[in-house]
């Protein structure tokens, strides 16, 4: 009865999980943080229902698939470590240095199958001793894949989250409650981690199968959470790059990231979205004093507030254009962080050079 329960449960949470990657792909604004939590579901779902295809002995009718699940640890640790970077408030690498990280899932995952394919042995010792836990240590080859593919993924995992400890050291910021519940989350999802380890190193299948277990819970748990706290994600960025940034700035005022910080308050929290915001709001939010950051703004970009916060209003207005042909002018003008139509007419002319109605009028052509 147990063994049925815990059979329709990884089934369940194996889909659930798929669920939670078609959700992230699906957004409308999708960013990066989307694709690389799609990508790490998807290797959590993938290796839930490898577990549950052995029990359920479906495997047996996919024998190529033995094993690959070891493939799905060496891209759990990437994924992770640069979902973890973007939560501090990092910039991500480039696709492609992004992308090397993933060679090692890639290469072993094709290794994995070519080694199927040519040792048939597996299924008849599977069908013959009725095993429902995938066995590593039958082969040298895989067994040593997969020790190392444990070893990866806490590799990663383990420095991504020193970094997060390391900004919730600054007792000077006191409310980071977004990245003190990512902290113990990740916490959690590196003891399993080490278990599923130690259980590689001593072969133990009833270990393994406890620790996939239990991250499976947590991985369904967060897909639970990110739908009770749909903003969870940003505040916990915010908070982030909000002490990183005070922690810089207390050594004293560098034009370089007080430029840094403005560009992303600007691109990220859209801060020229708020009619009201003033240049004493702004540089508030960068701890300097007014007459600081219009010295900055003046000797590094050659602008002044008001052509700032209009420059990024009217990119947004042109943005929302393209996104919703059908939304009419004032909607647009007052989402970009205008007060009346007639402002944002004014505006959008000067810089661009055409009334917003006409630019309309050529995106659709």
């Given at each position: 009865?147990?063994?049925?329960?815990?059979?329709?449960?990884?089934?369940?949470?194996?889909?659930?999980?798929?669920?939670?990657?078609?959700?992230?792909?699906?957004?409308?604004?999708?960013?990066?943080?989307?694709?690389?939590?799609?990508?790490?579901?998807?290797?959590?779902?993938?290796?839930i229902l490898i577990f549950w295809s052995f029990k359920s002995g479906v495997i047996l009718h996919l024998p190529w698939m033995f094993y690959t699940d070891i493939s799905m640890a060496f891209a759990i640790g990437p994924f992770v470590y640069f979902y973890i970077k973007t939560v501090i408030g990092l910039k991500t690498d480039s696709l492609f240095r992004y992308m090397i990280h993933f060679i090692p899932a890639?290469?072993?995952?094709?290794?994995?199958?070519?080694?199927?394919?040519?040792?048939?042995?597996?299924?008849?010792?599977y069908i013959k001793n009725n095993i429902d836990y995938p066995v590593y240590h039958l082969s040298h080859f895989i067994g040593i894949i997969e020790l190392i593919s444990s070893f990866v993924m806490i590799s990663y995992i383990v420095p991504a989250t020193g970094k997060l400890y390391m900004l919730l050291r600054d007792r000077s910021h006191k409310s980071l409650k977004e990245l003190k519940i990512v902290f113990r989350y990740l916490s959690?999802?590196?003891?399993?981690?080490?278990?599923?380890?130690?259980?590689?190193?001593?072969?133990?299948?009833?270990?393994?199968?406890?620790?996939?277990?239990?991250?499976?819970?947590l991985a369904v748990w967060y897909f639970i959470f990110s739908f009770r706290y749909p903003?969870?994600?940003?505040?916990?960025?915010?908070?982030?790059?909000?002490?990183?940034?005070?922690?810089?700035?207390?050594?004293?005022?560098?034009s370089d990231t007080v430029l840094r910080r403005l560009d992303e308050l600007m691109e990220d929290e859209k801060v020229f979205a708020d009619e009201d915001i003033t240049l004493q709001k702004l540089s508030g939010e960068l701890m300097i004093t007014p007459h600081q950051l219009s010295n900055i703004l003046n000797?590094?970009?050659?602008?002044?507030?008001?052509?700032?916060?209009?420059?990024?209003?009217?990119?947004?207005?042109?943005?929302?254009?393209?996104?919703?042909?059908?939304?009419?002018?004032?909607?647009?003008?007052?989402?970009?962080?205008?007060?009346?139509?007639?402002?944002?007419?004014?505006?959008?002319?000067?810089?661009?050079?055409?009334?917003?109605?006409?630019?309309?009028?050529?995106?659709?052509?």
């Open positions: 009865m147990l063994g049925n329960i815990i059979l329709y449960s990884e089934f369940a949470c194996g889909v659930i999980l798929l669920l939670f990657v078609v959700l992230q792909l699906t957004y409308r604004n999708r960013e990066f943080i989307n694709y690389n939590l799609a990508g790490l579901y998807f290797c959590l779902s993938y290796v890639f290469v072993s995952f094709i290794a994995i199958i070519i080694y199927n394919i040519t040792d048939n042995s597996l299924t008849d010792y959690l999802v590196i003891f399993f981690s080490g278990m599923m380890l130690l259980a590689g190193i001593i072969r133990n299948n009833v270990l393994n199968d406890i620790a996939v277990y239990f991250l499976t819970l903003d969870f994600t940003q505040k916990a960025i915010k908070e982030a790059r909000t002490v990183r940034y005070k922690s810089s700035i207390i050594n004293g005022i560098d000797s590094k970009r050659k602008i002044n507030f008001r052509t700032l916060i209009n420059s990024y209003r009217v990119k947004e207005a042109i943005s929302l254009m393209k996104q919703f042909p059908d939304k009419n002018i004032l909607e647009i003008a007052l989402d970009s962080g205008f007060s009346s139509k007639s402002s944002f007419n004014s505006v959008f002319l000067k810089i661009t050079g055409i009334a917003p109605r006409d630019y309309r009028k050529n995106i659709r052509l």
